[in-house]
């Protein structure tokens, strides 16, 4: 059973930056499409960032693009999501995901194209 551990999260000031990690526990990365989720109070699930393994296509969310890069180190199966100009609403719990193919979920990072979660970082971004 592929396990997945996020870190990186913490409380930061509008402006600045963060980086996100998500170890897997077992060699997916290879395989596996994956993608950075994240979840406000009171608000659904949505996707921030993903890259599909079946086309090599990233999505970015339009309200983090510019600002979030998604990247993979699969020599450490470890996925990586660095955040700059965080803002205040950018407050919330990220999670990553991992799945195998083929989903068109995966593409559009949709929440129901992954199989596999970890269980969330808290980012606060508050001055």
């Known amino acids: 059973q592929l396990q997945l551990v996020e870190s990186g999260g913490g409380l930061v000031q509008p402006g600045g930056s963060l980086k996100l990690s998500c170890a897997a526990s077992?060699?997916?990365?290879?395989?596996?499409?994956v993608g950075w989720f994240r979840q406000a109070p009171g608000k659904e699930r949505e996707g921030v960032s993903c890259?599909?393994?079946?086309?090599?296509?990233?999505y970015y969310a339009d309200s983090v693009k510019g600002r979030f890069t998604i990247s993979r180190d699969n020599a450490k199966n470890t996925v990586y999501l660095q955040m700059n100009n965080l803002k205040a609403e950018d407050t919330a719990v990220y999670y990553c995901?991992?799945?195998?193919?083929?989903?068109?979920?995966?593409?559009?990072?949709?929440?129901?194209?992954?199989?596999?979660w970890g269980q969330g970082t808290q980012v606060t971004v508050s001055s």
């Open positions: 995901a991992q799945s195998p193919p083929p989903s068109i979920f995966q593409r559009t990072c949709d929440r129901r194209g992954f199989d596999y």
């Open positions: 890259f599909s393994i079946s086309d090599g296509s990233t």
């Open positions: 077992t060699r997916t990365l290879d395989y596996y499409s």
